[in-house]
């Protein structure tokens, strides 16, 4: 299907002030069985006004319903020339983009809520979570998610644990990807860019009988961005010992081949969807141990599947849905990982400090989901579900023991207990939850809802939410919302063993966390749109690696209290028929209780604006610049703030060009800003002390034909 003329789309896609009514996974057909009233209109009149549905939730009216969201089309992420999902995250306001020193990993940051792994952000694929239990995030070796395949991305920002559970924290990412609706025939295109990067993609729909069937395949290799480290950790050993075994300055490590495919079979009540993300060359970033590494590389494999089966009218006014869900996760390193260069440790290590652990996971899911409407003004959704998952084939080989004092050799330590990085365990998962959707008056609706989970390695835990939504009036609409969210404790934070650094603590709880936020969405016309939202919120039992007496340094505990507060606000303008003009502001601030200074490591303030222009029927220009404020530092790191800095961005792009024809180039950071991430800190001196480079400017040229 030909991409729409973006400006003249724009308000229809309403992108930035939205909201859900039920987050749950049951389809829009689901949800279309009251009388017509302000909270029940006709799904060709919502087609019109543009709804949200996190994971096919239930179709509502974008600012009637029970969450702040945003939602990205693939008609924005051609708009915008991204390439890779952390582009288009970066436009959302009050989620912040950058990345953790492991493999330069991506790392979504929600209204400053932050951690080492950030396990606080909670990523679904078509309503599944793709959550490794092992690091309680979306896995070390990531290596990013190209953009072809996705037919939108929802973001909740704000708690979503009464509905999704574990992890959908600080905010919940879904990514829908493309059905045979979205693609009309046979698309084809290839792309050149800076990095020596090469990518190509073909997308194909047909039809069966009355059974649907799309593939979306993406391939690209790039030796990525090669910004200098001035000084890494070695740095600091070398000057403690007298050496010169450091490989600073020099290079980050940002190499990656990828390769990505996505299969849809669907029928009138089923559905069967299947991906492989493969990750290959990958590059170790600034090091695994912030110690230059510019040779190591990381494999991985994703392999999901799901099948959903719906039964419409099982009973008056009840409908149901079942789903079943496999996840396979693989890490495992291509080569040796130098954690320290030759000649590490005063010349105790003349081959290098060597370590290379891997692990495989796997995760089945069950889920069974119904909405009953035959109550006057009230709709209930109930689910009931179960998850399985084990960590297999967890491995090892290293030249060094746990008191760091070398072993002459690398060896394989995968089944030494007393040895390997990380014993094989398991979790389950049962949860119940009912929400109840009540139109009390013409202009007022009230949302309630419950989540009882139940977990095997740590306890149980409940979740309420409720959000009253007051029709103000024609053009303005009120929300009252509160939410409770959990992270569970990951796999390495309660069973870590091996790990000379941080230990597990299998008594750990689950981190919780308290929202309340008030949310106001002005439309006075087509043409022009206002939201603004303000939350506050608690944290208590953080998890943090805490200093603890002994061999090992520190171990896992919950030990932190945090609160924090903000605001975001939008605004859309469509000035001309060929011209719409985006932006966004947001703040933020978060204080640690213990400590009573700021937390840091997050901007405080974002800007973000673009100017979509029609410059012919053929030809588009999409420009976005985005501002990112200084990002202060915890309070035991007295390193100034990381700089304020601003990116601009530069897309052209054709929409029917010449017989199905169509050409891109896009220039990303034009000016050539200096960017940096914060790199963590440790006493006495970070290991990175000029924090993390990412990439420069860089541009892409690509060509794509419809057959």
Not at 232 to 238: G, L
Not at 368 to 376: A, E, G
Not at 686 to 694: E, N
Request: charged share 20%.
């Amino acid at each position: 299907m030909p991409l729409q003329h973006g400006p003249l789309n724009a308000l229809m896609r309403a992108r930035h002030w939205l909201g859900i009514s039920a987050l749950c996974w049951l389809t829009p057909a689901l949800a279309n069985n009251a009388d017509d009233t302000l909270w029940d209109i006709s799904l060709e009149e919502l087609g019109q006004i543009r709804v949200v549905s996190i994971a096919s939730g239930t179709a509502t009216p974008l600012d009637k319903a029970a969450a702040v969201t945003s939602v990205i089309s693939a008609e924005d992420i051609a708009a915008i020339g991204a390439t890779d999902l952390d582009e288009v995250l970066e436009t959302v306001p009050g989620l912040h983009v950058n990345h953790s020193d492991q493999t330069f990993s991506s790392k979504y940051i929600f209204r400053g809520i932050t951690s080492s792994f950030n396990p606080q952000a909670l990523m679904l694929i078509n309503g599944v979570p793709v959550t490794t239990m092992m690091f309680g995030n979306r896995g070390n070796t990531w290596g990013g998610m190209p953009v072809k395949a996705i037919q939108r991305i929802e973001v909740i920002r704000g708690p979503g644990s009464a509905l999704y559970g574990a992890d959908a924290y600080a905010g919940v990412i879904n990514i829908v990807t493309k059905t045979a609706q979205d693609i009309d025939g046979v698309v084809t295109g290839a792309r050149l860019g800076s990095f020596d990067t090469k990518g190509a993609w073909v997308e194909a729909a047909t039809a069966f009988n009355s059974t649907d069937i799309s593939l979306v395949l993406e391939q690209e290799s790039t030796d990525g961005w090669r910004e200098t480290v001035n000084r890494d950790a070695q740095t600091n050993f070398d000057e403690q010992f007298g050496t010169s075994a450091s490989l600073a300055p020099g290079p980050v490590n940002t190499s990656v081949d990828q390769f990505d495919a996505r299969l849809d079979v669907s029928g009138e009540r089923w559905q069967f969807r299947a991906g492989l993300q493969d990750r290959r060359n990958l590059g170790t970033g600034p090091g695994l141990a912030q110690a230059l590494d510019p040779q190591g590389r990381y494999k991985s494999q994703r392999v999901n599947m799901d099948y959903s089966y719906r039964w419409q009218e099982a009973m008056e006014g009840l409908d149901i849905e079942s789903r079943v869900s496999y996840l396979n996760i693989t890490q495992e390193p291509e080569n040796d990982i130098f954690l320290y260069p030759p000649g590490a440790f005063d010349g105790s290590f003349p081959d290098g400090f060597i370590g290379n652990p891997g692990y495989k996971e796997r995760q089945f899911r069950l889920d069974l989901n119904s909405i009953y409407s035959d109550f006057d003004n009230h709709r209930v959704l109930a689910g009931v579900g179960a998850l399985w998952a084990d960590l297999y084939e967890v491995s090892e080989s290293k030249n060094f023991n746990t008191d760091f004092s070398p072993k002459g050799q690398v060896e394989d330590v995968s089944d030494d207990p007393n040895q390997v990085w990380m014993p094989e365990e398991d979790r389950e998962n049962y949860y119940v939850f009912v929400q109840d959707e009540w139109q009390f008056a013409q202009n007022w609706q009230l949302v309630s809802g419950l989540r009882y989970d139940y977990y095997a390695d740590f306890g149980q835990t409940v979740n309420p939410r409720a959000a009253l939504v007051w029709a103000t009036t024609d053009t303005l609409t009120t929300k009252f919302l509160y939410g409770r969210a959990f992270r569970a404790p990951s796999l390495n934070e309660l069973y870590a063993a091996q790990n000379p650094i941080t230990a597990g603590n299998e008594d750990l709880n689950p981190e919780t966390i308290d929202t309340f936020e008030i949310a106001l969405g002005y439309q006075p016309h087509t043409r022009l749109f206002y939201g603004i939202n303000v939350f506050y919120y608690e944290i208590d039992d953080l998890i943090t690696a805490t200093p603890t007496p002994g061999p090992i340094s520190n171990q896992y505990q919950n030990s932190g209290k945090r609160k924090g507060h903000g605001t975001e606000l939008e605004v859309e303008y469509r000035a001309l028929d060929n011209l719409n003009l985006t932006a966004n502001y947001a703040y933020q601030t978060s204080k640690d209780e213990r400590t009573n200074s700021s937390v840091g490591e997050a901007p405080n303030h974002q800007i973000y604006a673009r100017a979509e222009w029609g410059i012919t029927q053929t030809w588009n220009l999409n420009t976005q610049l985005n501002w990112v404020g200084e990002q202060k530092r915890s309070q035991s790191d007295p390193r100034e703030p990381v700089d304020d800095y601003t990116t601009v961005d530069i897309t052209a792009r054709t929409q029917g060009l010449w017989r199905g024809l169509d050409i891109a180039v896009s220039v990303r950071n034009a000016f050539n800003a200096d960017v940096r991430d914060p790199s963590p800190f440790s006493d006495p001196r970070p290991a990175i002390p000029g924090d993390f480079p990412m990439a420069g400017r860089y541009a892409y040229a690509e060509l794509q034909y419809q057959f």
